[in-house]
């Protein structure tokens, strides 16, 4: 059973644009989001994070936004580049200290 | 920013026989460890927590006689796969936070692409 999904394989969006990545869990315990970003080959970079106290949290080009009541969180990077493309990955865990549980990653292709 | 290391990158090695991947954290110190395998088109799915001077925490369903796990000392973690089959063949990745500062996020390792032959 999954508690954290990605449920969007794969993504395009022309250079310039926004690029939404949206991420759903069903583990209410969760309280702590981030996202990574991997080439392949590559371990994750850590991108951003948000805890459950926020409902955004903004750092440069990227803007993540989280619905408790949803059990929804969503990436947003505006704008793109074509150095954006990448697999990215959602994660959440329960606190700081523990184990994070990834979501199956979405590809995001940025076109010139 | 804070850095783990993972070695190797990329081991092909004959099956029956054992690998052993390294994580080491470069700039800081890491009393705990995680090891996560991703399997192609999957998520990384958490194999073990590796802990500083006890025996790892392994998550359901993973062997922990076939995936030994040694932390010895506060920056090396390693992960020998024993008597590897083709079935191993994944992408073995490690993470470490500093556990003087648990603000940080978690930092990954480069990955190890493990092919069993």
């Known amino acids: 059973d999954q508690q954290v999904k990605q449920n969007s394989p794969s993504l395009s969006v022309q250079e310039g644009r926004i690029s939404i990545l949206n991420c759903d869990y069903t583990?209410?315990?969760?309280?702590?989001f981030l996202w990574y970003k991997k080439y392949p080959a590559e371990g994750p970079t850590f991108l951003i994070s948000?805890?459950?106290?926020?409902d955004k949290n903004e750092d440069g080009r990227f803007t993540v936004f989280l619905n408790k009541s949803a059990k929804h969180l969503s990436l947003h990077i505006v704008p793109s580049q074509p150095g954006d493309s990448a697999v990215y990955f959602c994660?959440?865990?329960?606190?700081?200290?523990?184990?994070?549980?990834f979501g199956k990653g979405t590809r995001l292709s940025v076109i010139a | 920013g804070a850095v783990v290391s993972q070695h190797p990158s990329r081991v092909i090695c004959k099956s029956g026989t054992s690998v052993k991947i390294e994580c080491r954290s470069l700039?800081?110190?890491?009393?705990?460890m995680f090891w996560y395998r991703q399997f192609p088109k999957q998520s990384l799915m958490l194999m073990a927590t590796?802990?500083?001077?006890?025996?790892?925490?392994?998550e359901q369903g993973v062997e922990k006689d076939k995936f030994l796990i040694n932390h010895a000392s506060l920056t090396l973690s390693t992960l020998t796969v024993t008597s590897a089959h083709p079935e191993d063949s994944s992408f073995y990745i490690c993470?470490?936070?500093?556990?003087?500062?648990?603000?940080?996020?978690?930092?990954f390792g480069q990955g190890t692409r493990l092919t069993v032959v």
């Open positions: 583990n209410s315990m969760f309280d702590y």
């Open positions: 590796s802990n500083e001077g006890s025996k790892a925490t392994y």
């Open positions: 994660a959440a865990s329960e606190s700081r200290n523990t184990p994070l549980v």
């Open positions: 948000i805890s459950s106290i926020k």
């Open positions: 993470s470490a936070r500093d556990h003087r500062d648990m603000n940080t996020e978690a930092f």
């Open positions: 700039d800081f110190q890491a009393t705990t």
